[in-house]
């Protein structure tokens, strides 16, 4: 690609990168408006308590959590830089009930744009990393979508990406042709291209998890976490680091830039609640965002981007980063479902040679 001054801005990348495919620009355009709530944001997040923005309001969203006063107005912001362009006919967020109806004075495009605009807001008061994640899914057709229209599989989206407001300000994002970087230049108030086609690494000793809800995980969970804790004098026979944020860009972002897997799974802490994440705002973004950089995405039984939805806030289990660890983590779920897993405390791993690591080669 031909660099402007040595840089390639978001707004060029864009253009080159979906000339080759069917997407018009309304997507590129989309993604630059994404963007420039993106920037505003960065600036409210970087200005913390001196913004008065930080501490909690008086509600809560659809899930009953407490919203921060940073939830409504980074949803506000986002709402704003995408209702009148004319590109998108709809939109639904983590922080409303229902979704956003375009309003009759602008008209409506052809895509919907699903969010949660301050992921990790719990955070927020720690000035630790937190982000905004976004998934663009295509509306066919000239009526004002219906709920139905939101509830479309993973691999049907068209874009995905999120920002993360750390030391800098970066927006990664995929439109199906590899996972890429950009680094907010704040003086000259653009996106640069610094992190091109982003590749998790297949292999990793480092994994992501809320360790103290291991007592509600399922069986292949423990299992695969039991093995990574022996480190070298378990099955798995090399030391792994453990990692944990509380903010799913910040770990996605580590991912990415590193290698690792991350896992909310499953568990029994609250019967109602088939996982944490939310699969529309959180799970399937990521989940394209990682694959498209080589990674795997799972629920531990279903590859996540094939989950059909069947609400617009449903919960679901992601397990996601280096492919090898996804692989191994669904190939314990397949064990435990066939009866056959073999927890690690048992003491068959000192006897049975299958479960030694040079069995496992
Ligand atoms: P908040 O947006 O409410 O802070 O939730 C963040 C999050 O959805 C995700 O970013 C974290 O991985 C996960 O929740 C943290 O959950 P725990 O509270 O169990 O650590």
Redesign the pocket.
């Known amino acids: 690609m031909e660099l402007l001054h040595g840089r390639t801005t978001l707004s060029k990348f864009l253009i080159e990168h979906l000339r080759e495919t069917q997407e018009s620009n309304d997507l590129a355009a989309l993604l630059v408006d994404v963007a420039a709530a993106i920037k505003a944001i960065s600036a409210m997040a970087a200005k913390g308590a001196l913004g008065g923005y930080l501490g909690e309001v008086d509600s809560h969203n659809v899930q009953g959590?407490v919203q921060k006063k940073l939830d409504v107005i980074t949803n506000e912001t986002i709402l704003r830089h995408c209702e009148w362009g004319g590109l998108v006919a709809g939109m639904a967020s983590e922080e409303m009930d229902e979704p956003f109806e375009i309003p009759a004075e602008y008209s409506r495009g052809r895509y919907l744009l699903v969010f949660d605009p301050?992921?990790?807001?719990?955070?927020v008061d720690l000035n630790v990393s937190v982000g905004t994640i976004f998934s663009v899914l295509r509306h066919d057709g000239d009526e004002r979508p219906a709920f139905g229209d939101y509830l479309k599989r993973g691999r049907e989206q068209v874009a995905a990406g999120y920002a993360i407001y750390g030391p800098s300000t970066l927006l990664v994002i995929t439109v199906g042709r590899g996972t890429h970087g950009f680094t907010l230049d704040r003086e000259i108030g653009n996106f640069i291209l610094t992190h091109p086609n982003l590749r998790v690494p297949e292999e990793t000793s480092e994994f992501a998890i809320?360790a103290s809800?291991q007592r509600f995980w399922e069986p292949p969970m423990q299992r695969y976490v039991d093995e990574c804790k022996a480190g070298r004098t378990g099955p798995r026979a090399r030391d792994f680091n453990m990692r944990?944020i509380?903010?799913?860009?910040a770990?996605v972002h580590r991912i990415l830039i590193r290698g690792g897997v991350f896992m909310?799974p499953r568990d029994t802490k609250d019967p109602k609640k088939a996982g944490?994440?939310r699969l529309m705002y959180?799970a399937n973004p990521m989940a394209m965002l990682v694959e498209q950089a080589g990674g795997l995405a799972s629920t531990g039984r279903e590859r996540l981007l094939e989950h059909s939805p069947q609400t617009l806030h449903e919960r679901i289990a992601v397990i996601l980063g280096s492919r090898r660890e996804v692989e191994l983590i669904e190939q314990y779920h397949r064990d435990h479902d066939c009866g056959d897993d073999v927890p690690f405390s048992s003491p068959l791993f000192n006897e049975r040679s299958l479960f030694r690591p040079e069995a496992r080669a």
């Open positions: 959590e301050l992921d990790g807001s719990s955070n809320n809800n944990w509380a903010s799913m860009v770990e909310y944490r994440l959180e």
